[in-house]
């Protein structure tokens, strides 16, 4: 008798990743509303054992229950179903154009499009640099001021990982972090039509979720000398990320000067260097007014 039949693999590396994708969905949907996982087990039918499981990638879920989750979240089944990256009909058709220009037009045509439908853009004021440029103190101040809510990016980077940031780095990696950071980002775009967010200082330094902040915020550059960087971090009695240097003013320079041309794509740059709180308060309110 020959050897028996056996079945191949039913899962592959894509039904993997699929998978992982469509749990990831329903776990940012809950993060969003609010929603606890009994809450949405209880509203659905479907088990809360099977929901775990299925955010964590681990559950093939039928059509039926699909359809079941689908109508409890208010979604499309095909919202819920769709393969990754898919666009909807109206995408395709912007990207089946775009597709028929050469780069710099490209390019063009994507400052046009946010010129003409970013209006959005201008309600988000989004502070960039790096720690100990004000972006907390003036933040706060400034979203006070305009009566809309402030966001510290890192706080929420925390909230998707968490842990405490800095725990971030060394349980998950710098990879790990990138990914709580865009998904803290998208999220508080989707939550907040107007906010003050203050980014962390390396998000610059990630070019995906840098083009994110520069779409749909108007991006202000708080920028301070090496030394008051330095002064600053040191009053606040956090030297992370420079803990156990002894050139952390060099390590200062070295960031600033990489991080330079990264900053300058900023809509616009304030120096909040040897003046006060109140002076550039002023000059930030002056220019998020225009």
């Keep these: 008798m020959g050897a028996p039949f056996t079945h191949p693999p039913r899962e592959d590396a894509a039904e993997t990743a699929y998978l992982a994708r469509l749990g990831e969905r329903v776990r940012a949907w809950r993060h969003e509303k609010g929603v606890t996982r009994r809450a949405l087990a209880l509203s659905s039918g479907v088990s809360e054992r099977y929901l775990a499981q299925l955010e964590a990638g681990r559950g093939n879920i039928s059509v039926l229950l699909l359809r079941k989750l689908a109508l409890a979240m208010q979604l499309p089944v095909e919202a819920l179903a769709r393969e990754n990256g898919e666009p909807a009909p109206e995408l395709a058709l912007l990207n089946r154009f775009a597709a028929t220009l050469p780069g710099e037009k490209i390019a063009a045509a994507h400052r046009m499009l946010i010129a003409q439908f970013g209006s959005a853009r201008t309600r988000r004021v989004a502070l960039i640099g790096l720690r100990g440029a004000g972006k907390s103190t003036l933040g706060a ?13 890192d706080r929420e980077v925390e909230r ?13 990696g710098q990879e790990a972090f990138r990914r709580f950071e865009r998904r803290a980002l998208e999220r508080v775009l989707r939550q907040h039509d107007r906010a003050v967010i203050a980014a962390g200082g390396s998000l610059a330094t990630d070019p995906e979720s840098y083009e994110i902040l520069l779409d ?11 030394e008051e960087h330095m002064a600053r971090v040191i009053a ?8 156990g240097r002894s050139a952390a003013l060099e390590e200062i320079r070295r960031l600033l000067a990489d991080r330079d041309r990264l900053y300058a794509r900023a809509d616009a ?21 225009k």
């Design 141 to 153: 101040k400034l979203a006070d001021s305009l009566g809309v809510p402030f966001v510290e990016l």
């Design 160 to 172: 998707e990982a968490g842990t405490e940031l800095g725990e971030v780095f060394s349980i998950y």
């Design 216 to 226: 749909h915020c108007y991006c202000v550059w708080l920028k301070a000398s090496p």
């Design 236 to 243: 606040q009695g956090d030297m992370r990320p420079f803990r």
């Design 269 to 289: 740059l304030i120096d909040t260097s040897d003046r006060p709180v109140k002076q550039s308060l002023a000059e930030l309110k002056t220019l998020v007014a």
